[in-house]
T-cell receptor
Framework: AQSVTQLDSQVPVFEEAPVELRCNYSSSVSVYLFWYVQYPNQGLQLLLKYLSGSTLVKGINGFEAEFNKSQTSFHLRKPSVHISDTAEYFCAVTPTGGSRLTFGEGTQLTVNP | GAVVSQHPSRVICKSGTSVKIECRSLDFQATTMFWYRQFPKQSLMLMATSNEGSKATYEQGVEKDKFLINHASLTLSTLTVTSAHPEDSSFYIC?????????????FGPGTRLTVL
């Protein structure tokens, strides 16, 4: 079984500041890792994913994440946020080759002017 | 990109009634669809995995007689909440797998907000 922990439930930042949303996971098997974004009353949109290869993954909207196997982490970063980045962000895992997603609790990113 | 729709987007019903939520893949055939439930300020919890032409696989703790899932075609899965109660009020989200995409790829619908009075 897998589990995902997002260490911050809420992250307030000012516009144009850098941000890091933290995610740690636990699994007895190798996993794929994902970050999704959810805007109010909407479904999820994939930001980026790590399947294999380079541990630094670049996604949409200027986001990137780094897979750290030794620390079992997959933190999401953006060097300069915009107001429009305000949303809920979910980290998720699935066993390698699988499709059953396990989600973290979510982090509410609020970008203030 | 692939599009998944849900209908209705919002529904309000009285306690004791049944509500059907539809999930459609609009431009691909989805052999597998997933149903999630999301409480306010909480994460998505997988309720069941729906495979076309076969019975759904429910997660532990999810009542299969209460949450009826039908995946009768490659583009449509339905979730029926039977005898709904206020505690069933939640945001229900479906996702779909395109068999022509890698197995890690899921396309999410916009969600259905269910309010049971």
């Amino acid at each position: 079984a897998q589990s995902v922990t997002q260490l911050d439930s809420q992250v307030p930042v000012f516009e144009e500041a850098p941000v890091e949303l933290r995610c740690n996971y636990s699994s007895s098997v190798s996993v794929y890792l994902f970050w999704y974004v959810q805007y109010p009353n909407q479904g999820l949109q994939l930001l980026l994913k790590y399947l294999s290869g380079s541990t630094l993954v670049k996604g949409i909207n200027g986001f990137e994440a780094e897979f750290n196997k030794s620390q079992t982490s997959f933190h999401l970063r953006k060097p300069s946020v915009h107001i429009s980045d305000t949303a809920e962000y979910f980290c998720a895992v699935t066993p390698t080759g699988g499709s059953r997603l396990t989600f973290g609790e979510g982090t509410q990113l609020t970008v203030n002017p | 990109g692939a599009v998944v729709s849900q209908h209705p987007s919002r529904v309000i019903c009285k306690s004791g009634t049944s509500v059907k939520i539809e999930c459609r893949s609009l431009d691909f055939q989805a052999t597998t669809m997933f149903w999630y439930r999301q409480f306010p300020k909480q994460s998505l919890m997988l309720m069941a995995t729906s495979n076309e032409g076969s019975k759904a696989t429910y997660e532990q703790g999810v009542e299969k007689d209460k949450f009826l899932i039908n995946h009768a075609s490659l583009t449509l899965s339905t979730l029926t909440v039977t005898s709904a109660h206020p505690e069933d009020s939640s945001f229900y989200i479906c996702s779909a797998r395109d068999p022509n995409s890698p197995p890690d790829t899921q396309y999410f619908g916009p969600g259905t907000r269910l309010t049971v009075l």
